[in-house]
């Protein structure tokens, strides 16, 4: 079983940008898939992006393509989320997730939730 640690969250006004972490441990992520989903107050979770460990193969939602960008960093084990030219409506519990499928249709290994709150 994966476990995963969000960190990284923060109030940031519009436009900013922030960095999420997402450490794995319990296994290497060789053959996984990372990906982040986000939560809105009233909304359901969401996809936002993944990465398929192996080959660094990405895909993003697309209200985040552009803006987004998830990396790795195969020697700590730990994936990140770059946000650049947040919105007010990327407010959201963001969730690091993991799984041994691609696309990450159902992960098998969910973080806590890191909040990020974007103020105008």
């Known amino acids: 079983q994966v476990q995963l640690v969000e960190s990284g969250g923060d109030l940031v006004q519009a436009g900013g940008s922030l960095r999420l972490s997402c450490l794995a441990s319990?296994?290497?992520?060789?053959?996984?898939?990372m990906g982040w989903f986000r939560q809105a107050p009233g909304k359901e979770r969401e996809f936002v992006a993944a990465?398929?460990?192996?080959?660094?193969?990405?895909s993003y939602a697309d209200s985040v393509k552009g803006r987004f960008t998830i990396s790795r960093d195969s020697g700590k084990n730990t994936a990140y989320l770059q946000m650049s030219s947040l919105k007010v409506e990327d407010t959201a519990v963001y969730y690091c997730?993991?799984?041994?499928?691609?696309?990450?249709?159902?992960?098998?290994?969910w973080g806590q939730g890191t909040q990020v709150t974007v103020s105008l």
């Open positions: 990465l398929w460990w192996t080959t660094g193969t990405t």
């Open positions: 319990g296994r290497t992520m060789r053959g996984y898939t």
């Open positions: 997730a993991a799984g041994p499928t691609w696309p990450l249709n159902t992960p098998r290994s």
